[in-house]
């Protein structure tokens, strides 16, 4: 049963007390019983609606001390989460309902309270070094505009937790430690801007405040921009002044180099180069070691320019010299190459030209020039067939070196330097037999180079095929020629062992003396004449086959034009028609001839 508590009984002695007043007044008034009950269960529903409504509102007190007191531990379990405050415990043992809720709530409150304040702290942890992340971040990529970390901590933070806080600060060492590098990387830049700026004398200040203002004469209120923006104007400013360096670079080369070349041509002095050593000590070193402030100014390119210019004016009043001295080279190469010079240069056309003004003599002497080295790499192609060009006119040399040796009637007689003679005899019949093959693997070598070079190979103006051609064929009528005298000569031998057979081998004295000798062969008294052998040629008794050099002799020289070359091979040698022997002209003249009649 429940305790009636005395506040009860009060109410309930009050109530009837009040009943039995009512009672007694309704018994005055005269009220009937009907009246009286209906006015009794009326008292009755007001009494229940009251006790309803106190009930309801103690109910709705305790739902929401009930609700607090869950709001508490709600709220004291998510500060342990946040916090990750694993040392502090719940309160609240769950399975003892003894208590009440106010003594619940005042026991939840205190906890949360100091959470609160733990948890306060907490944030103010958080927000200062995501205020250095943040901070970082917008240094790197470039923004200033910053967020409220409190604000973006209490809105988009739930973990407050020391593990959490330790991720923060290592990801700050993290960006702290990118800084750091960014900053030596955008220094390291700066500075190579500023060396290269004092190298091409260019406004180092003006260059580095286009990239960014921060980079030149930071303050303590303005920190150095370390953006990727940043690096890659840095990046991009530093391109462009190596590309300008090497172009000035390149540039004084240039200039150097034709410096150079004037002087050579103007025999400059020391004195007058003395200024100008700077450049050339400058062109000497590669190009990423010059860091001589001003050395590739555009000062000195222009100083440098004008002493070419001023040089170029002081030699164009000797530019005809020169022209003149440079065509001779040319054709002195020519000459030792065997090329013909191209004739539009010579040396009476140049001056006429010069000196009419129809051309310029820098253009005519740049013109020289490239055909020089024209002249010299077609001679560099041309080297191995000229090497045996000289082989080929070595062995024709010996050829005729052994002509002469065989035709000398003495050549074995004993003698001082015979032997010697003999071995240089032995050694000239063996480079003689070679002649035709050498000859073979000319025309096949030259054949071979015009097909590459698309060309004719020319040997003092005339095609080497056509004169090699010519040559075997001079040769080969050469070898006929001596074929044919020494058939003649057999023929001769034939007669006069028949002659001898028949008149005996011991003439009389006076048919000995009817015979003299003429230029030709043995002249009879009666005039006629017996042939004896000889070479049938042109112009001479012996006949010669045609090299380049006796070809070549031919030539008009180097300042005619070239001559056209023409197919059809030329007659060295005029065959003469056979001699008619018969019995008459040996046996016709004597006396007693079984011929004559």
Known sequence: MLAVSPSSVRTATTCNTLLRELQQIWMDIGENETEKDRMLMELERECLEVYKRKVDEAANAKARLHQSVAAKEAELATLIAALGDLNTHFPLNMENKSSSLKAQLAMVTPLVEDLKLKKEERIKQFAEIKGQIEKINSEISGYTQ????????????????????????SHLRTLQKEKSERLHKVLAHVNEVHSTCRVLGLDFGKTISDVHPSLHGTSPEQATNISDTTLEGLENAILKLKTEKKVRFQKLKDIAGLLFELWHIMDSTREEKSYFLRITSVIRLPEAEIIEPNALSLDVIQQASQEVERLSKLKASRMKELVMKRRSELEDICFKTHIEPDPSTAIDKSNAMIDSGLVDPSELLA????????????????????????????????????EDYNLDQNRYSAGRGVHLSLKRAERARITVNKIPAMVDNLICKTVTWEDEKKKLFLYDGARLVTILEEYKLSRLQKEEEKKRSRDQKRLQDLLLTERESIYGSKPSPRRASSFRMSGNGYRNGNGSMTPTPRRSSVGSPTMEPMTPRSYSSRQNGYSKEMRRLTTTPLNFVAIPKEDTISFSSVYGSEPGSPLQS
């Open 367 to 402: 013109n020289i020039e490239a055909q020089i080295g024209k002249v010299k790499a077609e001679a560099l192609s041309r080297k191995e067939i000229m090497d045996r060009i000289e082989r080929w006119l070595s062995a024709c040399e010996e050829e005729n070196w052994l």
């Open 146 to 169: 910053f967020t409220d970390a409190i604000n973006s901590l209490t809105l988009e933070e739930q973990d407050l937790s020391l593990r959490k806080l330790g991720e923060y600060q």
